[in-house]
């Protein structure tokens, strides 16, 4: 087992793409976070104020359950956490993945995707779920960054 962990949820597949070169570029171990239930295109329709998204979103402590738990993070000393940006904070999913282990010690290393978005109101949003961790803000990865560029980032932490 690695001792960093790349945690990462992507309802289309932006987020993944980067989690991965992410993962693949320190050697680190990679966890998706997987709804019970995928999200649809209609699901994503940040416009439709009855799509599943915004009524999500709108709700504070609602937790979609997840397909599958982490288990234990014992082994991992840095966790980076990356996320699509939705109503400019993290997608309820990533307060379920805290939720479900026990993150007390452990560094996290925020990044996420979005197409205007930054992760200003992430943290305070994510530290009740995540107590005794360290949320750090890392960085918005947007486009297509190298491998090289991912591990230089990475290793500033």
């Not at 993962?23 to 104020?49: M, N, V």
């Not at 779920?129 to 090289?148: I, Q, R, W, Y």
Request: hydrophobic share 35%.
């Amino acid at each position: 087992m690695s001792k960093i962990l790349v945690a990462y949820f992507s309802a289309q597949g932006t987020t993944a793409k980067v989690a991965k070169n992410l993962s693949d570029a320190i050697g680190a171990d990679i966890f998706e976070i997987k709804p019970e239930t995928e999200y649809t295109r209609k699901d994503l329709d940040w416009q439709d104020k009855t799509s599943r998204t915004t009524k999500e979103m709108n709700d504070k402590k609602f937790r979609p359950a997840m397909a599958k738990k982490i288990g234990s993070v014992d082994g991992y000393e840095k966790i980076f956490l990356g996320f699509p940006i939705w109503w400019y904070t993290a997608p309820r999913i990533i307060n379920t993945f805290l939720e479900s282990a026990d993150f007390t010690g452990k560094k996290i290393i925020l990044f996420a995707t979005s197409g205007g978005s930054g992760l200003q109101n992430v943290p305070a949003d994510l530290e009740d779920s995540c107590p005794g961790a360290t949320l750090v803000t890392g960085k918005m990865l947007n486009g297509n960054p190298s491998k090289d560029n991912l591990k230089s980032w990475a290793e500033t932490f």
